[in-house]
């Protein structure tokens, strides 16, 4: 059995991936949702990428966690990605992308994004440092496949995301294709957060070098809309 720890995207938390997990747990792995610096109740809102990446090292090493498969969504891709370099080695045994971003060096989340998302989050960002996904967006774009009931309810379950955390670049000591660890990606195929003319896949998982392809049905957030199919690709995702 192995030890999975999720790691959340913009505007979620750890909490959110609980019925995921559970479904990780009940094939008998061991599943830890930690949730991020910038994303936690009273968290500064003016938190950058090295801060999320910092409490995401300091809560596997508090926990004495080794030979994870490291699992990040969407905007989690830049976390687990500079924390893994940052790990001692044989923490992580494999690191899985659900659908996220993948950084080389210096690359900043903003960079691998439309120029249409970017002024977006330039002109809606509040006073405090936050930037919040406009409903419409996230019906159309990243829940397009749940009925309104239930994208309303998982909206009002999101909270203000910091948007440093989207400008500043991943500090890494070289890029994920070099790391020498076992990568996949876990792709939703209707996922539409990105445009078809800036996929997922290939554009992001072929920055990883060699990896293993899985694929399913669903949503930017299949978290909330296919929560056991999910959970049994992750395994998959995941497994030596």
Not at 138 to 165: C, M
Not at 179 to 187: E, P
Request: hydrophobic share 40%; proline share 6%; net charge negative.
């Amino acid at each position: 059995m192995s030890t999975f720890v999720l790691v959340h995207g913009a505007w979620h938390t750890g909490e959110l991936l609980g019925p995921v997990a559970d479904v990780i747990r009940a094939a008998g792995h061991e599943v830890h949702t930690p949730t991020l610096a910038g994303n936690r109740e009273g968290d500064s809102k003016s938190t950058g990428l090295s801060e999320a990446v910092a409490s995401l090292v300091d809560y596997v090493t508090s926990n004495n966690l080794s030979e994870i498969v490291l699992i990040g969504h969407s905007y989690g891709g830049m976390v687990i990605t500079c924390a893994c370099d940052a790990l001692p080695e044989g923490t992580v045994k494999r690191l899985v992308y659900w659908n996220a971003f993948v950084p080389n060096p210096g690359e900043s989340l903003n960079d691998m994004v439309p120029q249409n998302y970017r002024d977006l989050f330039n002109a809606i960002a509040g006073s405090d440092g936050s930037v919040m996904l406009p409903y419409p967006i996230w019906r159309e774009a990243f829940i397009n496949d749940a009925d309104a009931e239930l994208a309303q309810s998982a909206y009002e379950r999101l909270n203000a995301h910091p948007y440093k955390t989207f400008i500043d670049g991943a500090q890494l000591s070289k890029a994920p294709a070099e790391m020498q660890v076992g990568k996949s990606y876990l792709l939703c195929t209707e996922d539409t957060a990105l445009p078809a003319s800036m996929p997922w896949h290939p554009r992001l998982s072929e920055k990883l070098g060699l990896y293993r392809l899985v694929s399913m049905p669903g949503s930017h957030e299949s978290c909330f809309t296919k929560p056991e199919l999910l959970g049994q690709k992750m395994i998959e995702a995941g497994r030596d």
